[in-house]
């Protein structure tokens, strides 16, 4: 899978997504990111990308121009048009369900907004999705670019390794994850629970099992109508909410 990334800070970008899992995907091929530094297509011979509000205002807003040949230049690459994502606070919210869409894309573009917006005719004309990762504001569409990409990419085929394949994981069935202890087994005088060294699979998957229903009853409530829960997880919500 290909990611375009169309930024006025691509060195953001090539810094922030090089190491560790991702790092890896990318040097064994399996992903691509390239950072589109929107600068570069400009016509403007003082290298501007930016302008004044019509109607007034704070702030500036980046121009249409630069943004759409930004983006010709990554669709005349692909021989289509890819899904165009414009990272905004105003968009849905960004969510693992997404994440596991969006991987199915051969290629993937992000727009990474600043100032105070992105001239609205040039949105109208590139955009498929309007992408927000939460209730807050930041200073740029870099970031959250990043966090789309990390947690899209790693659900594509092959980017995790057996040993952290993403089943099991938090929401996964929108369930949160279940707590997990190394060696030593007594560290600063508190023990690893028991049933976890007692070697009985059966026990420690009932355990985890029950420990991931707590922990979201506790922590995330609003998860737990999503959830695909048995009977025994139903009693056991029923017995931890009385209390
Ligand atoms: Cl996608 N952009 C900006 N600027 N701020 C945000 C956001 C995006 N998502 C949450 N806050």
Redesign the pocket.
């Known amino acids: 899978m290909n990611f375009h990334i169309l930024t006025l800070f691509p060195e953001m970008i090539q810094a922030g997504l090089n190491t560790s899992i991702i790092g890896r995907a990318i040097q064994q091929g399996m992903i691509s990111i390239h950072a589109v530094n929107i600068r570069d297509y400009t016509i403007d011979r003082h290298k501007k990308v930016d302008d004044y509000p019509y109607g007034g205002g704070a702030g500036m807003v980046m121009q249409a121009q630069p943004v759409y040949d930004a983006w010709k230049s990554v669709t005349e690459q692909t021989g289509y048009r890819p899904r165009c994502v414009y990272?905004?606070?105003q968009?849905r919210t960004f969510s693992q369900s997404m994440a596991k869409e969006f991987a199915r894309e051969q290629d993937l573009i992000f727009l990474c907004?600043h100032y105070e917006g992105v001239d609205e005719r040039v949105l109208e004309e590139i955009v498929t999705d309007f992408?927000?990762?939460?209730?807050?504001?930041?200073?740029?569409?870099e970031l959250?670019a990043m966090v789309m990409t990390d947690a899209i990419a790693r659900m594509v085929p092959g980017v995790l390794g057996n040993e952290e394949s993403g089943t099991g994981e938090s929401f996964e069935g929108s369930l949160l994850e279940y707590p997990q202890y190394s060696r030593p087994a007594v560290w600063q005088e508190k023990q690893v629970p028991d049933v976890l060294l007692s070697g009985d699979h059966k026990k420690v998957e009932a355990w985890r099992r029950e420990q991931s229903v707590l922990r979201t009853l506790k922590s995330r409530p609003d998860l737990l109508s999503e959830a695909e829960l048995t009977l025994q997880d139903v009693r056991l919500i029923l017995n931890n909410h009385k209390k």
């Not at 992408?131 to 569409?141: A, C, E, M, N, R």
């Open positions: 990272l905004t606070p968009g907004g992408v927000s990762i939460g209730d807050y504001v930041l200073t740029g569409g959250p």
